[in-house]
T-cell receptor, first 109, second 118 residues
Framework: RKEVEQDPGPFNVPEGATVAFNCTYS??????FFWYRQDCRKEPKLLMS???SGNEDGRFTAQLNRASQYISLLIRDSKLSDSATYLC??????????FGDGTTLTVKP | DTAVSQTPKYLVTQMGNDKSIKCEQN?????MYWYKQDSKKFLKIMFS???????INETVPNRFSPKSPDKAHLNLHINSLELGDSAVYFC?????????????????FGPGTRLTVL
């Protein structure tokens, strides 16, 4: 079993749609959780950290479920500019983070 | 100012050659990383250094040797390049240390070095 698993997609949605991604992790001792975004031929960039109580940043909402060992990302009112690959990241200890293989989102007009 | 920089951005070379990629961060971070992203876009950690000390080596061939002259620099030297080494190599840095209030150890990535081995 992979340490971090994501549905690879692709997710193809129309503008304005709501889309949700899930990510599961295998190590129950994981400490920190993140969603990164990677545009084509660019470096990954932090989208948001995921906190135990859940957190929201504009149209983006992240949730953590430690009991079931998964995190989620919800994007509301999708924009064309949201098209990218979304990477789930789980940090086990200092210096050791594992990236999921990514979920590809394409938002269409 | 660029937070994490890498050179070169593109590297095209022949099989069997030896090459180096350089990385520098000006964020004052303690931990630096090298990742490889292959043609399938999977991002895999290769090495992690904390304060110039190697802390993670993820079953990478011995042909790959990281070197950290100081905590702001982490270079990657590759000997006897093979076709399968063609990929994008990303350097990253993070604050490092154990998680505590205000430190989630977020990683910041460089722009990547696209290596093509012919």
């Amino acid at each position: 079993r992979k340490e971090v698993e994501q549905d690879p997609g692709p997710f193809n949605v129309p503008e304005g749609a709501t889309v949700a991604f899930n990510c599961t992790y295998s190590n129950s001792a994981s400490q920190s959780f993140f969603w990164y975004r990677q545009d084509c031929r660019k470096e990954p960039k932090l989208l948001m950290s995921v906190y135990s109580s859940g957190n929201e940043d504009g149209r983006f909402t992240a949730q953590l479920n430690r009991a079931s060992q998964y995190i989620s990302l919800l994007i509301r009112d999708s924009k064309l500019s949201d098209s990218a690959t979304y990477l789930c990241v789980v940090r086990f200890y200092a210096g050791k983070s594992t990236f999921g293989d990514g979920t590809t989102l394409t938002v269409k007009p | 100012d660029t937070a994490v920089s890498q050179t070169p951005k593109y590297l095209v070379t022949q099989m069997g050659n030896d090459k180096s990629i350089k990385c520098e961060q000006n964020l004052g971070h303690d931990t630096m990383y090298w990742y490889k992203q292959d043609s399938k876009k999977f991002l895999k950690i290769m090495f992690s250094y904390n304060n110039k000390e190697l802390i993670i080596n993820e079953t990478v061939p011995n042909r790959f040797s990281p070197k950290s002259p100081d905590k702001a620099h982490l270079n990657l030297h590759i000997n006897s390049l093979e076709l399968g080494d063609s990929a994008v190599y990303f350097c990253a840095s993070s604050q490092g240390g154990n998680t505590k209030v205000g430190n989630t150890d977020t990683q910041y990535f460089g722009p990547g070095t696209r290596l093509t081995v012919l």
